[in-house]
């Protein structure tokens, strides 16, 4: 197949194992290309990061060509759409601007520093744990449970079985995933009822129940007689829960994995302690956690000599442009924990849509990889399995022996 003809494929052979090269042509074949299936692809660095900072939507309601995996009108109708299309990830301003103002109120950086201890505790358990067993499974032990209790602490979620909410938000998060087939879309809405219901209930023990916790916090947030309705709550709450584990599960085990396959770095980092924050945005951009963002064009869009059409599906992708040489330089493809434009990287968007848990996710993983490697210089990879997703493309497993 030539360059010029390249679509874009992610079930090609052998792209869950390394998408890279496949964005590397993704990123040769035009600053954007049509995809077949009815959507729009942006792949370099300096299109992507002008994506993420421009004023076109991510409301569903201003598609005007549907990609094929939406089947019709009804499928972008926020009543139809996970969290109801209420969650900030769906809003555009004025909407976004005032949920993010009530939601940040109860997440302010402080909040996260204060945090901390906790996180070296859950840490300092998972890393003994790990050692006394041997061999462990990273994912299972650490990169899973840090970020999954944290965030259910911050919310104020009652300690217990919390299995069937596990389940439910692994169905769920495949609503981020590109051609979604029609059984998986019925899978993903169940799951979604199922989850919405089970927040509602929550909120209602929690108001009976309030107490110094993120989720009383926001039944609480106001500003200037403002507050947040009951089906708002929840679509806040159900992202807040999702977005604060999900893709963190992602960022650690692949941030581990990468130090253990580029061992000159891990002994980098443990001899060099204050490289941790450079190393976290390094990580971040080598292996991206998120690797497709979308926008819905609310006019023609430019990108090089492309003209795409209002109201079209535009991806952006992620991965892509955090691999970009030409804004990189040669080694983009090399993880190098000193690169000085590590914080350039485009994994955590930009603009009003800038990831608001960014603070949290970072300081769990300065915690983690310096910890990690201090503690395991010896560490090697047994066996590792991927979750088969495109988008939150992860580890489901990753097998060491320490």
């Known amino acids: 197949m030539s360059t010029a003809a390249y679509v874009f494929d992610p079930f090609a052979p052998g792209f ?7 964005y590397a042509r993704l990123r040769a074949a035009g600053p954007a290309l049509e995809h077949p299936l009815g959507f729009w692809l942006v792949s370099r660095h300096a299109d992507v990061a002008a994506l993420q900072r421009s004023a076109h939507s991510v409301d569903e309601q201003h598609l005007r060509h ?33 949920l993010r103002r009530l939601v940040s109120k ?17 840490v300092a358990q998972a890393l003994a744990r790990i050692a006394a067993a041997g061999t462990a499974d990273v994912v299972g032990e650490l990169a899973f449970p840090l970020p999954f209790t944290i965030i259910s602490e911050m919310l104020g979620i009652p300690v217990g079985d919390h299995t069937r ?4 938000t692994e169905i769920v998060v495949l609503v981020f995933e ?73 960022h650690l085990a692949s941030g581990i994995l990468s130090l253990l396959c580029n061992p000159e770095q891990a002994e980098r980092l443990r001899n060099e302690p204050e490289l941790a924050a450079n190393a976290v945005d390094e990580l971040m951009r080598f292996d991206t956690p998120v690797h497709l963002m979308r926008r819905i064009t609310v006019a023609p869009l430019a990108i090089g000599d492309v003209e795409i059409p209002a109201g079209s ?45 960014a603070a949290l996710v970072r300081m769990e993983a300065r915690i983690v990889f ?17 979750n088969g997703r495109i988008n939150l493309r992860g580890l489901s497993t990753l097998t060491v022996t320490v």
């Open 370 to 386: 310096p910890r990690f490697v201090a503690r395991f210089p010896d560490a090697t990879v047994d066996e590792l399995t991927w």
């Open 165 to 168: 909410l596990r389940e439910l």
């Open 16 to 22: 869950t194992e390394d998408p890279y090269p496949h």
């Open 106 to 122: 109860a997440f302010t950086p402080r909040s996260i520093e204060a945090l901390q201890p906790r996180v070296e505790e859950l």
């Open 178 to 250: 590109p051609f979604a087939s029609p059984e998986t879309q019925a899978r993903i809405r169940a799951a979604n009822q199922e989850l919405f219901a089970m927040v509602r209930e929550l909120i209602r023990w929690k108001r009976d129940n309030p107490g110094d916790d993120l989720l009383t916090a926001l039944i609480e947030a106001e500003h200037d007689g403002d507050v947040l309705s009951e089906d708002e709550l929840i679509s806040q709450v159900m992202f807040l829960y999702i977005a604060g584990h999900e893709t963190t599960v992602t």
């Open 313 to 357: 599906w535009v991806i952006g992708a992620l991965a892509a442009a955090n691999r970009d040489p030409d804004f990189w330089g040669a080694d983009a493809d090399e993880l190098r924990l000193d690169r000085p434009t590590a914080h350039r990287n485009v994994a955590l968007g930009a603009g009003i849509h800038h990831c608001l848990g």
């Open 66 to 98: 549907l990609p094929a995996w939406k089947s019709g009108s009804a499928e972008v109708r926020k009543e139809s759409r996970v969290m109801g299309g209420l969650s900030m990830l769906d809003q555009d301003p004025p909407d976004h601007t005032r």
